[in-house]
T-cell receptor, first 113, second 115 residues
């Protein structure tokens, strides 16, 4: 079945270390998104990409970086510059010609200690 | 600025009671609107969506939502709540700007259900 895979489900890192979260989709979707979720703040957009080799900053991009070298993959790196990285991270994708056909992964919970 | 507001952070209802969760959006063009539900530690499940046509939209699990352009609202309703409906609910709107399409969420409403 087609879908979005985010792995691992739980991730632990020491403070000051960079960490990369994986997001892979086999839906042949062009657009991909990364969201961060914190209690009481909903989901906030970190980065998004509509085609390979192109990506845009969302509302809270500071301390994060992404790449889009392949259509099916959109990894998110949480750098040491992110002041409060502990959160739940959700990846999503959408076919370009469909303005509302978003599909979400099951998320990765990152804990930085 | 384009945004989504969910005025109620927490709502508690008794099982069997009716439910209405409020959502207001700020967006100049015709909106694509969504309601999602999230159980603890889980991803998002789409309840329903609106982008045109009948302003009363039926979704899964017995939920419905009504789009009111004059009030910039898209409130979610259910006539009789079940204990399994306890979860967090998010309203969202698609923003299309500069050729880019992104989904913007409200802060969420956490629903508790008393037996």
């Amino acid at each position: 079945d087609g879908g979005i895979t985010q792995s691992p489900k739980y991730l632990f890192r020491k403070e000051g270390q960079n960490v990369t979260l994986s997001c892979e989709q086999n839906l042949n979707h062009d657009a991909m998104y990364w969201y961060r979720q914190d209690p009481g703040q909903g989901l906030r957009l970190i980065y998004y990409s509509q085609i390979v080799n192109d990506f845009q900053k969302g509302d809270i991009a500071e301390g994060y970086s992404v790449s889009r070298e392949k259509k099916e993959s959109f990894p998110l790196t949480v750098t040491s510059a992110q002041k409060n990285p502990t959160a739940f991270y959700l990846c999503a994708s959408r076919p370009t010609k469909n303005n509302y056909g978003y599909t979400f992964g099951s998320g990765t919970r990152l804990t930085v200690v | 600025a384009q945004s989504v507001t969910q005025p109620d952070i927490h709502i508690t209802v008794s099982e069997g009671a009716s439910l209405e969760l409020r959502c207001n959006y700020s967006y100049g063009a015709t909106p694509y609107l969504f309601w999602y539900v999230q159980s603890p530690g889980q991803g998002l499940q789409l309840l329903l969506k609106y982008f045109s046509g009948d302003t009363l939209v039926q979704g899964i699990k017995g939920f419905e939502a009504e789009f009111k352009r004059s009030q910039s609202s898209f409130n979610l309703r259910k006539p009789s709540v079940h204990w399994s409906d306890a979860a967090e609910y998010f309203c969202a709107v698609v923003i299309i700007s500069g050729g880019y399409n992104k989904l913007i969420f409200g802060a969420g409403t956490r629903l508790a259900v008393h037996p």
